[in-house]
């Protein structure tokens, strides 16, 4: 009897078309299910009889309960190899192996400078203008060049963008909790003394940072007021960094210029969230991560994965 593999949350529709689905036809089934199921009942339901289970990095969360609710599981893959909606602990106790996938930090880089000049430059306010034959030129754009660029989080992703701002003609100052002087004197990229003296320097912030305990809540009303009334907040990173609650009131009341958003702790966003109207906030839907390159990436090493799996030799095992 075949194995049945479950794909969750291909929202393009794209999955079956990014590997070789058809070299383990023999021996597994695979579904994708292009909708999101928003409760653990409705997760439930769909995967119960379902021994392999592909998820896209954090969006489904794999919880103690949920691992007790489907004993047919056995292999759990997800995409990236850091995953902190999965309980690894309670699936290694009830027999999971959990396997990851590889990730270029390439396209979010690229997302979020998308953010950034479209906030800067107001392009989807003229393109909507000029789609509707509205008047000639509605904004005042802003500079980048000459403009202080604050990094939260110099990693791989954050490292990136100090090099792309600098191609800008932009000051470039960084900050996180364990960064050193030498990784910045390394950059070219001045070294902020605390969080507070790079948000008052900034024109423009982009977060780069992992979820942790630490980082969560990192910013909230208290730092946001720090900000210049004219600067601009981007996270593509993770929602729960920033309080989301202050950061809506600061938007409401203009403590800010804007924000550009791809992450939020709520995902898929609900149609009345005020993201969705705050004219302030310019947001895309999780697009980070979202591109052929990673799209390769993911369901082809996912395949890997399973097929490895098969032969009794699991790989890029997170437990």
């Not at 690229?110 to 030129?137: P, V, Y």
């Not at 600067?231 to 809506?248: C, G």
């Not at 990673?294 to 799996?309: P, Q, S, T």
Request: hydrophobic fraction near 40%; aromatic fraction near 8%; charged fraction near 25%.
């Amino acid at each position: 009897m075949k194995l049945k593999c479950a794909i969750l949350d291909d929202y393009q529709k794209t999955a079956l078309d990014f590997a070789n689905w058809s070299s383990i036809e023999d021996q597994v089934e695979v579904t994708a299910f292009h909708q999101h199921f928003h409760t653990e009942n409705q997760i439930v339901d769909k995967i119960k009889d379902f021994d392999i289970v592909i998820i896209m990095r954090e969006r489904t969360p794999f919880n103690a309960a949920m691992f007790g609710r489907l004993p047919k599981l056995k292999l759990l893959v997800t995409t990236g190899m850091r995953n902190a909606s999965i309980d690894l602990t309670a699936a290694k106790k009830c027999g999971v192996i959990v396997c990851g996938t590889s990730s270029g930090s390439e396209p979010p880089t690229e997302l979020a400078w998308g953010l950034i000049l479209n906030l800067a430059r107001h392009i989807t306010e003229e393109h909507n203008n000029f789609r509707q034959k509205g008047s000639w030129q509605l904004s005042v754009g802003e500079d980048l060049y000459g403009k202080c660029f604050g990094i939260i989080g110099l990693g791989k992703i954050g490292t990136k963008m100090a090099t792309i701002a600098q191609a800008f003609g932009m000051d470039v100052v960084a900050w996180s909790e364990n960064l050193t002087k030498e990784k910045t004197d390394s950059l070219g990229v001045r070294k902020a003394a605390s969080l507070a003296e790079l948000l008052r320097q900034s024109d423009y912030v982009s977060i780069h940072l992992v979820l942790s305990d630490r980082t969560r809540n990192l910013i909230t009303s208290n730092e946001l007021k720090e900000m210049k009334p004219s600067a601009f907040l981007i996270n593509t990173s993770r929602a729960p960094i920033i309080n989301q609650r202050d950061l809506i009131e600061a938007l409401e009341n203009e403590v800010l210029a804007g924000a550009g958003l791809d992450v939020y702790e709520e995902e898929p966003l609900s149609e009345n969230h005020p993201f969705r109207t705050l004219p302030n906030v310019l947001a895309t839907p999780h697009l980070g991560y979202v591109s052929r390159s990673n799209y390769e990436k993911y369901y082809g090493e996912a395949l890997e994965d399973i097929r490895e799996y098969l032969l009794g030799s699991p790989i890029r095992t997170l437990i």
